[in-house]
């Protein structure tokens, strides 16, 4: 790894190139789902080494940064025609700046919110968002009594304003954090006023058109998963190899 003061370094991230929108999107070009999933881990290493001022990285050091193995970071950047230096490695800047590109992350996203209860409160409060490019642009709830409130300097909006606030901030992501009964109706209005990518928080499957995509995090899942693993380990069984079938390695 090669270390270069800290004042010097500026990310492509940070220099957020003008972007013309990309025609060629990660799917459209054969990226597996797998390795698109894995870019942004990849994306927030390297933007560790950035902050600590690295120029370059090993696609070891790199892997274990990123908590794969190095063989697979390789093939997942080779998709992206990145195949680094031999003997020098990666460049930490352009790495940035090409994940960023791919991911579409090179310019700004204008997302809205529908439901201003706990979740959608503490959404809109993080900061974390906006530092990455995605501008939370409505609050919204059909609640006449949580109307108005502010939140993190928006005030919440009506419900029945959505077609408009879609049009007007240009809305490309619409975050979906109501109860899982109004979820779908949520979803079919985002659609209907053109927002193609839902992040879908309720405890529910979404019904949408092909060319939507919904992505659902449930963090009681990730809680399940976790118990399962405690499970194991407090039963004395070996740890589940990860991304390997359980119990192949029992009876090996
Ligand atoms: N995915 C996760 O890990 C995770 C974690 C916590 C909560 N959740 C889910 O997120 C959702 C919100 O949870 P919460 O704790 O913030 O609930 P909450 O009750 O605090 O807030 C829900 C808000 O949605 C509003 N609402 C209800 N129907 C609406 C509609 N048709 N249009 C607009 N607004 C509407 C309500 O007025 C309320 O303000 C729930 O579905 C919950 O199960 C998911």
Not at 3 to 32: D, F, N
Request: proline share 5%.
């Amino acid at each position: 790894m090669t270390v270069r003061p800290l004042q010097a370094q500026t990310t492509a991230a940070q220099e957020r190139p003008t972007v013309t929108p990309r025609s060629t999107r990660p799917r459209e070009r054969g990226i597996p789902e797998a390795t698109v999933a894995r870019l942004p881990v990849y994306l927030r290493a390297l933007q560790g080494l950035a902050e600590r001022g690295i120029l370059t990285v090993s696609s070891e050091d790199l892997a274990s940064a990123a908590g794969v193995n190095s063989a697979k970071l390789r093939k997942d950047l080779s998709h992206l025609g990145s195949y680094g230096t031999r003997g020098v490695g990666y460049d930490v800047d352009y790495l940035v700046y090409q994940i960023s590109r791919e991911l579409g992350l090179t310019q700004d996203w204008s997302v809205a919110i529908v439901g201003a209860g706990n979740l959608g409160r503490a959404l809109a409060n993080y900061g974390g968002f906006g530092t990455r490019g995605f501008r939370i642009a409505a609050l919204l709830d059909a609640d006449e009594g949580v109307v108005g409130d502010e939140v993190a300097g928006l005030h919440v909006g009506h419900i029945d304003t959505l077609e408009d606030v879609v049009s007007t901030e240009r809305v490309s992501i619409g975050v979906i954090a109501v109860p899982a009964v109004a979820a779908q109706g949520v979803c079919d209005r985002f659609v209907e006023a053109g927002v193609t990518s839902v992040l879908n928080f309720a405890p529910v499957v979404l019904n949408v058109p092909p060319a939507v995509d919904v992505r659902k995090v449930d963090l009681s899942i990730e809680l399940q998963i976790l118990a399962f693993h405690a499970q194991r380990k407090a039963d004395g069984r070996a740890p589940a190899p990860p991304g390997g079938r359980i119990g192949a390695k029992e009876k090996a």
